[in-house]
């Protein structure tokens, strides 16, 4: 199928991700994708624990390539850290996902929390709080329908910076996931110190959480979390006995393929007015 300009119309579907490990765009391949718009956000509904009630959306981002079809955010990200264009892409990235949440808001009706990843880099950059907070502005977005989830290097790495940029990031509404728990480095003398509203487990204890030592961690996990007065959400849940073991460890909320791959806007507005 093409398009009247002729360039060819790509059916996005999530499993399409081209898997091609070898691949490492450079500098100026990503700098070129981002004046040509080709990157775009596929979204991944979150759900209340035990309720299965929506509780939000997370943006993930996707690189629609000329040639290699759709790229994932793990043969990029990194290229975009170490070569600084994390700063642009992910000032894309929240914008992108602000004027999401108006249309829908505006034009559906559709009042919808979304959850953006932000790299340590990121936080690095002394106007990141006064942009953001001038995006939810311009958008007519309130802060409470922002999450970002955090890694624990960025909370790590310069606490005091990452402490006063999660109060201001705090005071305007905006929640703050801790994303990965588990597979960092931070201490938990170092976690207390913080306010953050979500833990969210990493998915390598998911995996491991039918073994009788794996839960036993997970719900050191989860026990930890609630201690530090955070709600706990698992990612990448696959099956039914992995998401009865979470309910029975009075985890908050889970996220996975078992409920919803992620999705293209418009498939997500689909899911989200169905879902009611
Ligand atoms: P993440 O933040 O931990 O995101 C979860 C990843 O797990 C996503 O991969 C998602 O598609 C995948 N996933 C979801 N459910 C399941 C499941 O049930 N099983 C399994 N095995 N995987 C599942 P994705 O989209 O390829 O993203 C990979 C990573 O790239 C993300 O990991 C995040 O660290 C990074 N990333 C994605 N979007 C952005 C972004 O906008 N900015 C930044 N800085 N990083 C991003
Ligand atoms: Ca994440
Ligand atoms: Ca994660
Ligand atoms: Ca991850």
Not at 63 to 71: A, E, K, Q
Not at 222 to 229: D, F, T, V, Y
């Amino acid at each position: 199928a093409q398009t009247s300009d002729n360039t060819p119309i790509v059916q996005y579907r999530p499993e399409m991700l081209a898997s091609c490990a070898e691949y490492r765009p450079d500098y100026n391949e990503l700098k070129l994708a981002l004046k040509n718009r080709e990157f775009f956000l596929v979204y991944q509904p979150k759900f209340d624990l035990p309720s299965m009630q929506l509780q939000g959306l997370e943006a993930l981002l996707r690189w629609r390539h000329p040639l290699r079809g759709v790229v994932s955010p793990l043969v990029f990200i990194s290229v975009a850290e170490q070569t600084g264009l994390i700063a642009a892409i992910g000032d894309w990235v929240v914008k992108a996902a602000i004027m999401q949440m108006e249309s829908w808001q505006r034009q559906e009706g559709v009042y919808v929390s979304v959850a953006v990843n932000v790299s340590p880099l990121q936080l690095k950059d002394d106007g990141f709080v006064a942009r953001i907070k001038a995006l939810l502005n311009l958008n007519g977005i309130a802060g409470e329908f922002l999450q970002l989830e955090l890694t624990e290097s960025s909370l790590i790495e310069d606490p005091r910076r990452a402490h006063t940029i999660i109060a201001e990031l705090r005071s305007a509404g905006v929640q703050i996931a801790l994303d990965d728990f588990g597979t960092g480095y931070s201490s938990l003398a170092a976690l207390q110190t913080y306010q953050l509203d979500y833990l969210k487990m990493d998915k390598s204890f998911v995996q491991k959480i039918q073994t009788r030592q794996g839960r036993s961690v997970s719900h050191a996990i989860i026990q930890l979390g609630h201690a530090l007065e955070m709600r706990v959400i698992a990612e990448g849940v696959e099956n039914a006995e992995q998401e009865a073991a979470l309910c029975a460890l009075t985890c908050d909320q889970v996220q996975g393929f078992l409920y919803s791959h992620p999705l293209s806007a418009d498939q997500c507005l689909a899911f989200m007015k169905q879902s009611g």
